[in-house]
């Protein structure tokens, strides 16, 4: 058996092939609220906190392209983390008011996650971890998590005022 990856290795950036950058941006950048750090006629870097960037978006493959078919291979969707429950609700906020529809949303038990799809068809999800010390187990200790009803309308409701 080979030895564990590093506990403190994480995903630094995800990059996305798009069909339409600006687009991408709009959705990225305008709904979702990162900042794009750096752009180009076929490339942009968009980043949350000023870091050089955690997404990237472009057209070098794609331009102009669809989405793949159901039933075939590739990215199942891009998660996003928020730091908080409040953000959470912020980025549904977001989501609303920008009329995107939500594909699905859960309380897995560890995580609180909201579902929806980019403008290319790419899968997102929304979601905040709870802290490690709520996350449910069985009587073995073994993670047990679910896949619950996410109440919406009150996670809505904790969104902080729009700015």
């Known amino acids: 058996m080979s030895k564990p990856i590093h506990s403190q290795t994480s995903v630094g950036h995800v990059h ?3 069909a339409d ?3 991408a941006i709009g959705f990225y950048s305008g709904v979702l609220g990162f ?3 750096q752009r180009s006629a076929q490339a942009a870097f968009l980043s949350a906190g000023g870091y050089h960037h955690h997404l990237g978006l472009n057209t070098w493959d794609s331009l102009g392209g669809s989405p793949a078919p159901r ?3 590739g990215l199942y969707h891009t998660a996003f983390l928020y730091p ?3 953000q959470l609700a912020d980025a549904l906020r977001r989501v609303t008011e920008a009329g995107i529809s939500i594909e699905g949303s859960a309380d ?3 995580s609180e996650a909201i579902y929806i799809s980019d403008p290319d068809g790419n899968g997102v999800e929304l979601y905040r971890d709870r802290p490690e010390s709520e996350w449910p187990r069985d009587k073995d200790g073994n993670l047990a998590m679910v896949n619950a009803r996410l109440d ?3 996670l809505l409701s904790e969104a902080p005022e729009a700015q």
């Open 16 to 18: 996305l092939k798009v």
């Open 21 to 23: 950058l600006d687009r």
């Open 35 to 37: 900042e794009v750090q």
């Open 71 to 73: 039933g075939h291979i």
């Open 84 to 86: 908080d429950r409040a």
């Open 108 to 110: 897995h038990g560890v």
């Open 152 to 154: 919406l309308k009150q």
